[in-house]
């Protein structure tokens, strides 16, 4: 799907250009994998933990690092649309909550951005 980011002030292509479908699927496998894992570990794999787990860790690296241990991964990050400042507590609130419903995720704009990424005021976008 081609990308407006005209609108975002991004670039089309390269650093700093919205992160593609490949990043964002092996960014969101990581993340699941890990959660998974600490689940399976801690709580006999039980699917509550593994959701409280995933929104606890994406929460957590989203205030501190503006980016989840699989968007490090794989080569991307979090920015605020409005401002060139960390995403902050309540926007990585509102983007887990979004996330974890799953269907915000599924719906995209003509910017390339999933509707809890619109909705948090949020982008990902590649750092390589």
């Known amino acids: 799907m081609p990308q407006n980011t005209t609108r975002l002030g991004l670039p089309v292509s390269g ?5 593609k479908m490949p990043r964002r699927i092996l960014a969101i496998t990581i993340d699941w994998g890990c959660a ?13 933990a593994t959701l409280l787990i995933f929104s606890a860790t994406q929460y957590i690296f989203y205030v501190f690092v503006n980016a989840s241990l699989g968007q490090l991964v794989a080569g991307s990050r979090l920015i605020r649309i409005d401002k060139p400042i960390a ?7 509102v983007r887990v909550a979004l996330l974890v419903l799953v ?4 719906v995209w704009d003509a910017d ?3 509707l809890h990424d619109k909705l948090a005021g949020t982008a990902l976008i590649r750092r390589s």
Request: glycine residues 16%; hydrophobic residues 45%.
């Open 87 to 93: 995403i902050g507590p309540w926007k990585s609130l």
């Open 15 to 19: 650093p700093g250009s919205l992160a």
């Open 36 to 48: 998974r894992l600490m689940s399976y570990a801690f709580f006999g794999d039980d699917n509550l």
């Open 112 to 114: 390339g951005r999933g």
């Open 103 to 106: 269907i915000p995720v599924a």
